[in-house]
């Protein structure tokens, strides 16, 4: 029987009746056993245990299963920018491996020196002070530490269904019920706000409101004088929720203003996804911090990274991340090459042209298609809202997961998101007629599924 405490959860339901029936009506000799043997030996959890299908393989914007059939993978988990398996960043990797695959700790190496280098040039010096952590998780409490350091206050504002990571300190700043409920007590000192929401505000009509979410914010700081840090995701990667320049930057003032730190967490839209090499460069700001993660090693090696002002270092008296791999020389290697590959091949560019193209295609599909209620972009990004009707906004959370599947039964994997979002984040490097055809796959299985509801 379903469980109601899985209800709105940040993805798919993996234990669904749904998933059930599409892993019946998909079930491979070789991909079953692997399923059973990770059931048996992992430990479940939502979003991920028991698992989808068995990989054996992936390749530029394709996974391929344990039976041979290929998927165009939209969701990736964001780690795909340059693709999958890339050539130049393997070769980097490999050659890496054979000259100094690890460096002791106390020590350096000239890759993890000219990466740190590269990444503050990226900002034009705005950023100039770097840290290395083996995950954006590590690196979103090492920024929540530094925070402490640097204004001598332990408290922060964040947003409700924010993501920063899985550990202890990042679910205390984040909003997802899936890795908060049954936990207990968390963190002290994480406040918590509604988030910006062009779609869904809580407080009304976004569009000439005048921010009360903002508001909103301003009045804690009046109020919590020992708050040190605002975090957030400069664009809410799961649901592709896009601020606008007025809203980041009126919490850009309120930080000025307040003294607070403005702690941007890119993790999952780094490395060109929007665009641009950071997110924020799109809004007219520039945050105190910048958490990078996912796309930063390539798709091949787990890497992140901390940037933040020179002025904040002043913490040469603690261990702010002490990581045994901070310094990896290997990681290093796949992020110096995703940042040349990027580089040399235009793929910032590129990856706008794509991204428009495909909206104007999802727009198309709106048009048609009374159950799209929003579709918001950047990059190649894009969050396909579902809904029962347009003008109640009530979301179809039922049609999302039989979508999904659908699709997955024609080649697409994508995430879904809030319930009702469809969350889809190719590789920058994909194809035109991939990207076509993705959309198409999108537009028939929801036309043959809307078109059923209408006469069922």
């Known amino acids: 029987m379903f469980n109601e405490k899985f209800r709105n959860r940040e993805g798919d339901i993996n234990i669904s009746a749904a998933r059930k029936r599409w892993a019946e009506a998909n079930a491979d000799s070789a991909a079953s056993d692997l399923l059973d043997r990770d059931s048996r030996v992992f430990l479940h959890q939502a979003l991920s245990t028991p698992c989808l299908d068995a990989l054996t393989g992936c390749e530029g914007a ?62 034009n010096g705005y950023l100039s002070r770097v840290l290395f952590a083996p995950s954006g998780t590590c690196a979103v409490g090492t920024a929540l530490k530094l925070a402490r350091v640097v204004t001598g206050k332990y408290k922060t504002i964040s947003m409700w269904d924010s993501f920063h990571g899985a550990s202890m300190d990042a679910i205390s700043v984040g909003g997802e019920s899936a890795f908060r409920s049954d936990i207990g007590p968390l963190l002290p000192g994480c406040e918590h706000v509604i988030p910006f929401n062009s779609y869904r505000c809580m407080y009304g009509d976004c569009g000439d409101c005048g921010y009360y979410c903002v508001s909103h914010i301003e009045y804690i700081l009046r109020r919590e004088p020992d708050v040190g840090a605002i975090i957030l995701e400069t664009v809410r990667n799961t649901d592709v929720q896009i601020p606008t320049k007025k809203y980041l930057q009126s919490i850009r003032r309120l930080c000025d ?10 993790t999952a839209i780094c490395m060109g996804r929007t665009g641009k090499w950071f997110a924020y460069e799109h809004f007219g700001i520039v945050p105190d911090m910048v958490v990078l993660g996912k796309g930063l090693g390539g798709g091949v090696i787990p890497h992140a990274a901390l940037l933040c002002k020179e002025e904040f270092n002043v913490a040469s008296h603690i261990s702010l991340g002490h990581y045994t791999f901070e310094k990896n020389p290997v990681a290093a290697a796949a992020s110096l090459a995703v940042i040349d590959y990027i580089e040399s091949r ?68 994508f995430k879904v998101s809030c319930g009702n979002v469809l969350s889809l984040s190719p590789a920058l490097i994909i194809e035109e007629c991939d990207l076509m055809r993705a959309a198409k796959i999108i537009e028939d299985n929801l036309e043959r599924m809307t078109h059923e509801k209408r006469i069922g």
Not at 91 to 110: H, I, S
Not at 257 to 266: A, F, G, R
Not at 346 to 374: A, F, P, S, Y
């Open 62 to 123: 394709h996974i391929t299963n344990a039976a041979g059939k290929k998927y165009l993978d939209f969701h990736g988990n964001n780690v795909h920018q340059v693709g999958f398996g890339n050539p130049y960043v393997v070769e980097a990797v490999k050659k890496q491996l054979d000259k100094l695959p690890f460096c002791t700790r106390r020590f350096t190496n000239e890759l993890s020196i000219a990466l740190a280098e590269k990444l503050t040039l990226l900002t």
């Open 257 to 266: 203003k307040y003294h607070v730190l403005m702690i941007l967490d890119e």
């Open 346 to 413: 235009n793929i910032l560019k590129e990856t706008e042209r794509k991204g428009e193209m495909l909206r104007r295609r999802l727009n198309q599909i709106k048009d048609r298609n009374r159950h799209v209620g929003d579709l918001r972009g950047i990059g190649l990004l894009s969050g396909v809202e579902l809904v029962l009707n347009r003008e109640s906004k009530e979301p179809d959370n039922k049609l999302a997961e039989e979508l999904m599947y659908a699709c997955l039964t024609d080649g697409l994997s």
